[in-house]
DNA sequence: CAGTGGTCTAGACCACCAC
DNA sequence: TGGTGGTCTAGACCACTGC
């Protein structure tokens, strides 16, 4: 790496250098690295530019500070969020993004866990009272839950819906009813969401955030905006998600062939999910 | 502001409080803040302090330091990358994701550009390699290009072509060929690609991309690796998309509709989606 | 040249944790 | 109690910009 012309200040190099040494595993994973004293003396810096380093590390997720014990180095994988419909899969419906990344989630030997922080009636946040297309006042049924991989904190999402939706539909007022997988008891309503939208960002977390995710502020989150519409256009539910940026990756697939062929009945394409 | 029981440092504050004066206009988008001398002598801080706290600005793109010059507020405001599948919205054929971007780019009166890096053969990344399903010596066709929006840049691209394709499709040697839209000369050669993959990440920049989208070590960006596959399902191009987080919003739209239309009725859903 | 931010240091005090 | 990281300071030197 022949930086010339770019001198990097030393915590950049030395960020760059611990991140090598935790990828080659000379700082393995869920082991405290070196202190900050030892790490300044082995390079011969001050401790605070050996804190700024870390910092860097910190932010993007590869190390986690534990107050009073060190600053371990991460374990998690990055997990998969796969929004693939059913088009480009061929399947009958597609699972719920939090669903698919469940199974995963046991596929790496942890255990998804979900938990429900509140389902009850509310004013809806800005955004989702523009989106629903109602005033300011009217309440919806909110669903709010924070998503685990064992005791790792992976996702908030808050779904909204709309009250007349909910009388057509009572479960959704259930605790146990939906559980992310609310699209069935909607389906079983008449309520079967055809069209989806979903807007990413990416950005800083709140405070809240902070607490509930286990962040810290230089940290980013993927923010998700989806929303469920009938076939009418109407919209059936807004859910807001907020992931840590180093934890996931969000995987979308779609498929433009289906007015080009005629359904196929019965036996299914060939088409299968690229390899990765 | 009553943050009972977590005191939050003094540069977050700071930095919480500038960002408030940057959004009710106290200090203007594109002229630079006070000095950081005069701020550490404004809020009786150290000029360290203030350093930090900027630096969280900077890191979510709130600010950009200009060197000799200044911390000045950025102007640009986010834009939306717009991939909603023409099912869901029933247009022949949707743009190209940077295209849609372009015509939102003109519409906040900026000029819309593309500069072509490289485009020739090349031997690609890995992550292009195993997509491709070709082996670590087979080349292909790049294109690289970097997108901006006046002087801004915003977006880094880099198309991968097998040559079997190029070779049924030679426009893609051309620099002003594809121009991002390469679905064109690639359709009336009879390569349409009907099935998409997306995958979403986020990160921090490499040393080239801080180089070349002008960013910080601290200021994170989308990755995104994009994959057209034709209707027997081989790939036709792999694009990997790098722009800076703090500057888009990633739309994603589609429409699950028409396979509804036989199966009206609301029988168990028992196929599910396939392992991967 | 003066003003800007970039970086680094030595030293200090604090909160937290494990023993 | 000793080790960990969190934060802050005063002071210093540097590179870059614009006058």
């Not at 374990?75 to 199974?103: E, G, K």
């Not at 999402?157 to 008891?185: I, K, T």
């Not at 859910?239 to 433009?256: A, I, S």
Request: with cysteine.
């Amino acid at each position: 790496m022949t930086t010339i012309g770019t001198p990097q200040p030393q915590y950049a190099q030395i960020a760059e250098l611990v991140r090598a040494r935790i990828a080659d595993g000379t700082y393995p994973r869920g082991v405290p690295l070196p202190s900050e004293d030892r790490l300044a003396e082995e390079f011969g810096v001050s401790r605070v530019t050996i804190n700024r380093a870390i910092g860097l590390l910190r932010a993007s997720g590869d190390v986690k500070v534990r107050r009073g014990v060190g600053t371990v180095v991460r374990t998690l994988p990055r997990i998969t969020r796969d929004v693939t419909t059913r088009h480009a899969t061929d399947s009958r419906q597609p699972p719920p993004p939090s669903r698919a990344a469940d199974s995963e989630i046991s596929g790496m030997g942890l255990r998804p866990r979900t938990d429900y922080r509140e389902v009850g009636e509310t004013t809806p946040p800005p955004v989702v009272t523009r989106i629903l297309g109602i005033t300011e006042a009217d309440r919806v049924l909110v669903r709010r839950r924070v998503h685990y991989a064992d005791e790792d904190p992976t996702e908030m999402a808050d779904s909204y819906y709309p009250l007349p939706v909910v009388e057509r539909c009572p479960d959704l007022r259930d605790v146990d009813g939906g559980c992310g997988g609310a699209y069935v008891p909607l389906a079983a309503a008449g309520l079967t969401p055809v069209r989806f939208t979903e807007d990413v960002d990416v950005r800083v977390p709140t405070e809240e955030e902070q607490r509930v995710l286990d962040l810290e502020p230089t940290q980013v989150v993927f923010h998700t905006v989806h929303v469920a519409y009938t076939f009418d256009g109407d919209p059936l539910e807004v859910c807001m998600h907020v992931m840590p940026g180093h934890l996931w990756t969000l995987r979308y697939g779609w498929d433009d062939r289906a007015e080009e062929v005629p359904e196929p009945t019965g036996g299914s394409h060939h088409a299968h999910h690229p390899a990765r």
